[in-house]
């Protein structure tokens, strides 16, 4: 058969002085020079990407995540920096072969043969998941891309509803990457043994003493394994099922599905011939890889090598670090620099939620006469070792189990000079805080990233690269100045420290004080009226005060409304009363939303977007009745504009007499729980989700919190509720629901990260609500859940111990605080009919009750009545017309979802 011409690709737009790099390679190495080629200018560039698989370069660090949660999204750094004109991303391209005397790289792109020509060439092939030459290999999953994880979970539903019972899984390989696809495993409900042919766990990075360590602390998380034999074959039935893995001492460890993790192999292959050797000058690793100089550099004349393909002093290194700091290199050395590879870091950190490890430097001490400072506490899995020089002060490594809170201070201080004895520093003995870090200008503090901490500091203090050059003074824009913590996230602590001591130099005060009326933060101060269980303004402010005059005054526009929240978070007393009211800001006292023009909104809930046609019929009468203009919101309910302030209680009777209730759209509080039609009338859904949305809905009306709080409940994983674009998102599983918290749209829209899977109804309600006390009780005032579960320490981790594990043992009191909110809660415009004192709030006219301002003008927005602008006014008489509609020439008032 007559294999097609490949075709030459051509770059739109380019001339021939242009000058052509050719990246092969789609992971986080070739994404990470294409930003930094980007970040340099690409004047006199274009830059072709050429990945094999399908999709754009991913977050390989957090692959993990793929294997358990729905939908997740690895893709790396701005979706829009594929869209410059000067980038040129292609997906499905196979290399197959490099021409260095022409400067081609022949590829099958999408299975047609292609060619593509360079100027420059970096190759960023990574690494292949290593394979066992073991009988029944065949069989194994590896757990390398997003398809094999992909893969792996699907194969696991098939197993499950096959077998009838709990799919048992075995995990061969005990490193970091084994051990995270056997915890992902376990947390999609299977049972999982890892099998580790080395006498302990993550023996390549961790000492005897440690390995123990880790392994208690596994069996604790009941994950089973079994070190020290190696496996000898994969066993199958007659009908090539697997059944389990044959070990080297005879004996089986029985299994429906297995999974190699046992390291990776460099991709040289376009470096070698037909031979297998060396080809056109490369030069290869006696294991594999592509050498390359300190420049990056390999032997071949205008090719470059990064990432795990690259061989560097004998050495290929799967680390993000290393990957990075390469493309930055050749990135640097393509626009006339100088930088050279300084070697590998080699520091690790699980990423396992309740196991605590890390492992950086000389790990083993096998520096000469190094010293070995360690504290072991076998029965609760602890073990802390600091390698130092022979007189005990130059920090030469470290290992940490159970605690690895010293890691993250110690880290940058590799090779320096301790600043106290290293037994300091030794967090799990007991011994005290550890001693003040001051980390030199040139340590580095983000090793993903090599950001040092001088370049944070600049940031802080005003005099970084970012645009204007303006001081940094917030955590997340030190993040995206710096690129410091945005990827593995585990400097974010040390990064947060580095940049308040910066502030407290330059005289800047790093307060947690609410105003200047409360030295105490928000979750301080909510703690402090729980404990003393206060009930007013003036009880907090006499007990907690920052001085005389404080205790004297009457606050300010920070406190008051969040005192008068903390109050309303802890008991369901109706919240205008005991001079609540006077506290609150004028949404919550006139409990309505006030619009633009003066008037206010009217948002009757409707739980799960379910409403009746007589109640629908009843808002239209109101509508009508008082000309208001209606709009349906995209939180499913209706709202009504343009209600004066005396008419409120005369809508709302009608509304609560028709058996409605306060949707509290004006409050920092629950809006909505959103849904889809569930399985009730959808062909696709696969649980009742409207039902759960009102039950949802039903059970948090009324919860005040830090910020407005928003829950979504999608029938199945199609998502048409966009249950993750939320605070609290569930979506149905055939096993269940799967719970995500921290979801935000608006300004800064975040996914929601999912917490547990596959939950019956009252484990999720009871997850739902220990994640919400918890995020009232602890966040900042006017925090949302994302940036609160961000700044967290430990982040969605700390969550997971806290709501799923009780790691705090505070689970029972959260829920009690729940249940005391649902039985107490009262509708807050029900109450206000009910008595005559609070009804006198709602007048527009003190010596006027019933009388409205007669200057006000009503005109149709839309074919509806509106009330008229100032302009509108001055212009005399208005013609109501209920047919042709008016546009005013102002914006439309905001709504309220």
Not at 125 to 131: I, L, P, Q, W, Y
Not at 424 to 452: K, Q, R
Not at 495 to 515: D, F, T, Y
Not at 751 to 756: D, G, K, R, T, V
Request: charged share 20%; glycine share 12%.
């Amino acid at each position: 058969m007559t294999q097609p011409e490949p075709q030459v690709t051509s770059i739109p737009g380019t001339a021939p002085s242009f000058r052509r790099l050719v990246v092969v390679g789609g992971g986080p190495a070739a994404h990470r020079l294409v930003e930094a080629m980007h970040a340099r200018g690409l004047d006199g560039w274009h830059v072709t990407v050429l990945t094999e698989e399908t999709h754009a370069p991913y977050d390989r660090v957090a692959l993990s995540r793929a294997l358990t949660e729905v939908d997740v999204d690895l893709t790396l750094g701005d979706a829009t920096l594929w869209d410059h004109p000067s980038i040129t991303l292609v997906r499905g391209a196979k290399a197959v072969r490099l021409d260095p005397i022409r400067g081609l790289v022949h590829t099958l792109d999408n299975g047609e043969p292609a060619i593509h020509p360079y100027d420059d060439l970096v190759l960023a092939t990574g690494s292949d998941a290593a394979r066992l030459d073991i009988p029944g290999a065949a069989q194994a999953h590896v757990y390398r891309t997003l398809d094999d994880v992909w893969t792996l979970n699907k194969q696991l539903e098939v197993l499950g509803r096959k077998l009838g019972r709990t799919v048992r899984t075995a995990v061969i390989g005990g490193g970091l990457l084994g051990l995270e696809a056997a915890a992902g495993l376990m947390t999609l409900g299977a049972e999982s043994v890892v099998i580790n042919g080395g006498r302990w766990l993550m023996n390549a990075q961790l000492d005897e003493g440690a390995g123990q360590a880790l392994g208690r602390l596994i069996a604790a998380k009941g994950m089973a394994a079994t070190t020290g034999v190696y496996p000898a074959g994969i066993e199958t039935d007659d009908a090539g099922n697997v059944t389990g893995v044959l070990m080297a001492d005879g004996t089986q460890v029985p299994a429906d599905l297995v999974v190699v993790s046992v390291g990776v192999r460099p991709r040289d292959e376009l470096a070698r011939g037909r031979d297998g050797g060396a080809h056109h000058g490369f030069g290869l690793g006696p294991r594999g890889g592509v050498v390359i100089s300190d420049g990056c550099e390999t032997g071949v004349p205008g090719v470059w090598a990064i990432g795990e393909v690259a061989n560097f002093g004998g050495q290929c290194m799967g680390l993000v670090a290393p990957a990075n700091t390469m493309a930055e290199i050749v990135a640097d050395r393509l626009h006339g620099g100088s930088a050279t590879f300084p070697g590998f870091d080699t520091a690790t950190k699980l990423k396992l939620s309740g196991v605590d490890v890390a492992s950086f430097g000389d790990a083993f001490a096998t520096t000469e006469d190094s010293l070995e400072v360690v504290y072991a506490d076998p029965a609760r899995g602890v073990y802390q070792k600091i390698v130092t020089s022979p007189d005990a002060k130059v920090l030469l490594g470290g290992i940490f189990v159970g605690d690895a809170s010293p890691y993250t201070s110690l880290r940058p201080l590799l090779g320096r000079e301790l600043p106290a004895e290293p037994g300091a520093f030794l967090s799990a003995a007991g011994g005290g805080e550890a001693p003040a870090v001051e980390l030199p200008d040139d340590a580095i503090l983000c090793s993903c990233n090599n950001v040092t901490a001088g370049s944070v500091r600049d940031a802080v203090n005003g005099c970084g690269s970012c645009e204007g050059q303006d001081p940094v003074r917030e955590l997340p824009g030190l993040k995206a100045c710096t690129r410091a913590g945005t990827q593995c996230g585990s400097c974010v602590p040390l990064l947060k420290k580095l940049m308040e001591g910066e502030l407290a130099k330059s005289g800047i005060a790093v307060s947690k004080a609410l105003c200047e009326h409360f030295e105490m933060s928000r979750p301080e101060l909510f703690e402090a009226v729980r404990a003393l269980d206060l009930r007013s303004f003036g009880e907090i402010l006499a007990r907690f005060g920052a001085d005389e005059t404080a205790k004297a005054g009457r606050g300010c526009d920070i406190c008051k409304p969040t005192v008068a929240n903390i109050l309303a978070s802890q008991n369901s007393a109706y919240v205008l009363d005991e001079g609540r009211g006077t506290l609150q800001d004028t949404n919550d006292r006139a409990l309505a939303n006030m619009q633009k023009d003066g008037s206010y909104s009217v948002v009757p809930r409707i739980p799960g977007g379910e409403i009746t046609p007589d109640k629908l019929a009843v808002i239209a009468k109101v509508a009508q009745d008082f000309g208001l203009y209606t709009k349906i919101t995209g939180g499913q309910r209706i709202d009504l504009f343009g209600a004066r302030l005396e008419q409120l209680p005369q809508i709302w009777k009608v509304l609560i007499d028709a058996g409605m209730e306060s949707g509290q759209a004006y409050g920092k509080s629950l809006r909505t729980v959103k849904s889809c039609v569930g399985s009730t009338w959808c062909r696709f859904g696969v649980q009742d989700s409207v039902a759960m949305a009102i039950n949802l809905e039903l059970r948090y009306r009324g919860l005040r919190s830090p910020h407005k709080i928003k829950l979504g409940v999608s029938g199945c994983a199609r998502e048409c509720a966009e249950a993750r674009g939320k605070d609290v998102g569930i979506i149905a599983t055939a096993d269940g629901w799967n719970l995500y918290v921290g979801g935000n749209g608006g300004a800064t829209p975040a996914h929601a990260q999912l917490l547990a899977k596959d939950l019956d109804d009252s484990t999720l309600v009871s997850y739902i609500d220990r994640y919400l006390m918890y995020y009232i009780r602890t966040a900042d005032r006017l925090q949302r859940t994302a940036r609160w579960q961000e700044e967290l320490p430990g982040g969605l981790a700390h969550v997971v111990d806290v709501v799923v594990n009780d790691s705090l043992g505070i689970a029972a009191d959260l829920e009690a605080a729940m249940a005391a909110h649902v039985d107490n809660y009262e509708d807050e415009w029900a109450a206000t009919l009910a008595d005559p004192e609070r009804l006198r709030r709602f007048r527009s006219f003190v010596n006027a009750p019933e009388t409205p301002d007669d200057s006000i003008v009503f005109v149709p927005e839309r074919g509806q009545v509106r009330p008229a602008t100032e302009q509108e006014r001055a212009a005399g008489p208005v013609l109501i017309a209920t047919h042709i509609p008016v546009r005013s020439a102002e914006p439309r008032s905001n709504q309220s979802n």
